[in-house]
């Protein structure tokens, strides 16, 4: 999608090549091999082994926590977020190379904004009666965040870092301000059930679901615009604002991305990037067992920006070394295929093609053909196949030079 760079140890230093970083593509396969791969529904699996703790940790890690902490899957989101910031001083050298001038950049960024703010709501309306106007889509937050980002890019990896700081700080403090819910809140009126298991106490009542700043906030936002019924709340408690946070995990990304375009030995940002993964980690960690501010991703609490984005930078880590720096890519070419392509992929897996394949498949197969191995396996073995053809598709793209761009 952007131009970015590759680097080769063949030496004591590192050859900057004018091409894509492998491991970057890689690492965006791999995350968005984990969207598609909702099609295989491994929740149904458990849910017919009750008794297999195999199936039960990969349901879990195929689904979202119902509040605290992280799955795999959780992981999604913010990692394809970090990759937006992680690419950008390359996009940005690359356009300037071109003879793109700062007026032009910008007017092309708010484009791509206004672009990506408008396919999140198109992908969240392909099944409702009209135009379903929310925000808290993965290409949505990172439409309302990335004018932001871009003009934090032409500024110095210090100011970056403090505006991050800032971001954090600001979005913890608004959230800490706003009043507790009283006594008598129902709380099953904005949708949490009767004795909630993961309701939180005390000071950190602040970020519960649907009774913080954000709901407050959409309550009155999202009733701006026209909708089927009244916005009461969301109901995995996602909300708008998120996008201030969500901002900051693509500023750790674009930190990153500067770490590697500075053309520091691999061998270096390594290192530096284990440390900042591992602090990051640590400090999320501490204010959530602290109490300061709980973990949190629905909401995207600062210290699940700081966790997180951590995690993601462990993540790329991984990919770097094996992928460019170890030169042991040749297993990534699937992955690859999917992440030079992930605007297409991001549509395939949550549009409607996924299941246009899927009745296409029980048609011309067999209402049957999914239970071969009997009824537990059914999801597997229809959405392997449908991964797999979701696969072909892009391969196709691939071969033939379309790569779908913002």
């Known amino acids: 999608m952007l131009q970015q760079m590759n680097y080769m140890e063949n030496s004591s230093k590192p050859v900057a090549l004018a091409s894509r970083v492998t491991s970057v593509d890689v690492y965006r396969g791999f995350v968005m091999l984990l969207m598609m791969a909702e099609v295989l529904n491994l929740s149904a699996v458990a849910k017919a082994l009750p008794g297999s703790r195999f199936w039960q940790i990969i349901a879990f890690n195929q689904s979202h926590v119902e509040w605290t902490w992280l799955s795999l899957h959780d992981m999604i989101q913010p990692s394809f977020t970090f990759m937006v910031g992680l690419v950008l001083p390359y996009s940005i050298a690359s356009r300037k190379s071109k003879g793109h001038t700062f007026k032009s950049l910008l007017l092309h960024t708010i484009k791509r904004s206004l672009i990506l703010i408008f396919l999140g709501i198109f992908l969240r309306s392909i099944h409702a009666e009209q135009t ?46 706003y009043p507790l819910p009283g006594p008598g809140f129902d709380y099953t009126a904005v949708g949490v059930p009767v004795d909630w298991p993961w309701l939180l106490d005390g000071y950190a009542g602040h970020w519960n679901k649907n009774s913080n700043l954000a709901w407050s906030f959409d309550t009155w936002f999202l009733n701006l615009f026209p909708r089927e019924s009244p ?37 270096r940002n390594i290192r ?14 501490l204010l959530h067992f602290t109490g300061v501010n709980p973990v949190v991703k629905r909401i995207w609490t600062p210290a699940w920006t700081l966790f997180s984005g951590g995690v993601c930078l462990l993540f790329l880590v991984f990919f770097y070394w094996v992928v460019d720096v170890s030169g042991k890519d040749h297993w990534s070419f699937f992955l690859k295929v999917i992440g030079m392509n992930s605007i297409a992929a991001y549509v395939i897996a949550d549009g409607g093609i996924r299941d246009f394949i899927n009745s296409s498949l029980h048609i011309h197969l067999g209402q049957q053909f999914d239970q071969v191995f009997g009824p537990t396996y059914q999801t597997v073995i229809s959405g392997v196949l449908v991964l797999f053809l979701e696969w072909l598709l892009l391969y196709w793209m691939y071969t033939k030079k379309i790569f779908i761009k913002i």
């Open 272 to 285: 530096q990037f284990i440390v900042m993964g591992l602090g990051l980690i640590a400090v999320g960690a």
């Open 231 to 267: 916005f009461l709340y969301n109901g995995g408690g996602y909300a708008t604002l998120s996008f201030i946070p969500t901002l900051g995990t693509m500023v750790i990304g674009l930190l990153a991305g500067n770490l590697l375009k500075s053309g520091s030995r691999p061998d």
């Open 132 to 177: 379903n106007f929310t925000f808290e889509d993965t290409l949505t937050q990172i439409g309302l965040g990335y004018t932001f980002l871009v003009l934090l890019a032409f500024k110095s990896p210090r100011i970056q870092l403090l505006a991050l700081l800032v971001l954090l700080l600001g979005y913890w403090l608004a959230f800490a301000v």
